[in-house]
């Protein structure tokens, strides 16, 4: 390597380095800020930021898939002075930040393949609209301004801070997003950036968009090297092998697997590992414990794809640490930006594409949620319909919606979760016309090009047997299905 430009780079990262404390000083009052999403989150920062509440007022800080430790923002302010907090896809730990913080923690929706189109048109607060905080409301409606002017289609404007945990920079200056790509580089637009540097954080090789440079950041922080946060490995239970079980059947040699979060797309993950399939591919949102795996076990080598050959596309990583060991500098995996790994246009141009998420509960018209308990958030909708909708596009490809029949509350009660109907308040996360297969431990059916009583039906079939009568009984209320069609 030439030395002078090894010298150039090391000096921009001493000119840059400062302490967490240094760093978020150049938090205004009003200031929008984002933290990077999953591992990325940063902590140094985060508390750093906290310690200004006194002296800062209406701060929002947004981040996605929260993991511990609860943001110091939020610990550190009890009474929401300062800050208030925003996720793009609520975890276990945000459902708990928003019972303990009801009114600082919010739920942001959106599609996770946009948001790199987000970051890349997001107004700055010194655009146009922004320069005056006494907006002629009437003359830009009547001159059609807010047709073309982003604040008024996306509620936000540029962040004024990003800030986000990333590897050690290499030789050539640049800091690396580690397992956590997402749209980073796009929220690196932001008026501001800090890195906060963490030894534990792997290379992730691209792809694309994976790294940044030194001369784009505006401050560096080495933070104090907390292990990353792996997600615990819960044994599979047996309705779980059971639905992945029926999945199974319909993968062959050559298809290329994306798995979603949740224990049935890993079950199912671990049973392709063991068995006999030859020549798999993996392209994914989330990488898991699974797709290590299954290339271990050798089934998975992506020698069949028509893109990205010989590569695992994924854009985000949550798992064991032996996962993000395996992840470093791994030739085999490409880390990509969201906006490419969660492409319509992408996937389905890959064949025989077989895309495996779960839910939360299926109606009886196949309306698919997979995000909420009524008005409570419990997840987000993150890239699932992205996934749903490009592999069925995909020649040969197919969509396969996985939940158990039922679920048992804390008092011994089973409820089922195939429904006549949602609760108020129920996201739609996958509507009906889009779903494909649903599956339960029961069996797994083809919704597409049914009719609305042949859904139902095949719905019903596969719903825990306590509660069929009860199921059928309201469809014939709802004029849905008649025993006439076919006796269950």
């Not at 591992?39 to 800062?56: I, M």
């Not at 393949?113 to 010194?126: A, M, R, V």
């Not at 819960?234 to 639905?243: C, F, L, M, R, S």
């Amino acid at each position: 390597m030439n030395y002078n430009l090894k010298k150039d780079v090391w000096q921009q990262y001493k000119d840059k380095l400062c302490t967490a404390d240094e760093a978020v000083k150049c938090v205004k009052s009003g200031d929008w800020i984002t933290y990077a999403f999953f591992n990325g989150k940063p902590v140094a920062c985060d508390t750093a930021l906290s310690k200004r509440k006194g002296e800062l007022k209406d701060i929002q800080v947004y981040g996605a898939v929260t993991i511990p430790p609860i943001p110091a923002i939020l610990t550190n302010d009890p009474e929401g002075e300062t800050f208030t907090y925003g996720d793009f896809h609520f975890s276990l730990l945000t459902r708990i930040m928003k019972m303990q913080y009801p009114d600082r923690v919010s739920y942001c929706p959106l599609h996770f393949g946009e948001t790199d189109w987000q970051c890349e048109h997001l107004p700055s607060q010194h655009d146009k609209i922004f320069k005056s905080q006494e907006i002629d409301w009437q003359s830009i409606l009547s001159s059609g301004e807010y047709l073309n002017n982003d604040p008024f289609k996306t509620g936000i404007r540029l962040q004024d801070v990003h800030i986000m945990r990333v590897a050690p920079m290499d030789e050539n200056g640049y800091f690396n997003f580690g397992i956590s790509n997402a749209c980073m580089l796009g929220w690196c637009r932001a008026h501001k950036v800090i890195v906060e540097v963490n030894k534990n954080m792997p290379v992730a090789l691209g792809g694309t968009r994976e790294s940044i440079h030194v001369s784009q950041v505006d401050y560096v922080v080495e933070g104090d090297n907390e292990p990353l946060f792996e997600l615990p490995n819960i044994e599979a239970t047996e309705v779980e092998k059971q639905i992945a079980g029926h999945v199974f059947k319909y993968l062959h040699d050559g298809c290329c697997i994306q798995l979603g979060i949740g224990g049935m797309p890993n079950t199912l993950g671990h049973m392709i590992a063991q068995s006999d399939l030859k020549n798999l591919s993996g392209h994914t949102e989330m990488l898991v414990d699974a797709f290590m795996e299954m290339e271990l076990s050798g089934r998975l080598n992506n020698s069949k794809k028509d893109i990205d050959r010989w590569k695992t596309v994924y854009t985000f990583a949550l798992g064991s640490r032996k996962l993000y060991d395996w992840i470093h500098n791994n030739p085999s995996l490409a880390s990509y930006n969201v906006g490419y790994a969660n492409s319509f246009d992408v996937i389905k141009s890959i064949n025989d594409f077989t895309s495996i998420n779960s839910a939360i509960e299926v109606d009886i018209m196949g309306q698919v949620n997979a995000e909420s308990n009524g008005f409570q958030q419990i997840s987000g909708n993150g890239g699932m319909l992205d996934f749903v909708l490009g592999s069925f596009w995909s020649k040969g490809g197919k969509s396969f919606i996985c939940l158990p029949s039922t679920y048992t509350l804390p008092d011994g009660k089973m409820i089922s979760r195939i429904v006549p109907s949602f609760k108020p308040g129920t996201a739609v996360t996958i509507p009906r016309q889009t779903v494909q297969f649903v599956a339960t431990e029961y069996g797994c059916v083809n919704l597409k090009l049914c009719p609305m009583w042949m859904r139902t039906e095949k719905l019903i079939s596969i719903a825990h047997p306590d509660f069929r009568e009860d199921l059928i009984k309201a469809a014939q209320e709802n004029k849905i299905w008649t025993r006439t069609n076919k006796i269950l």
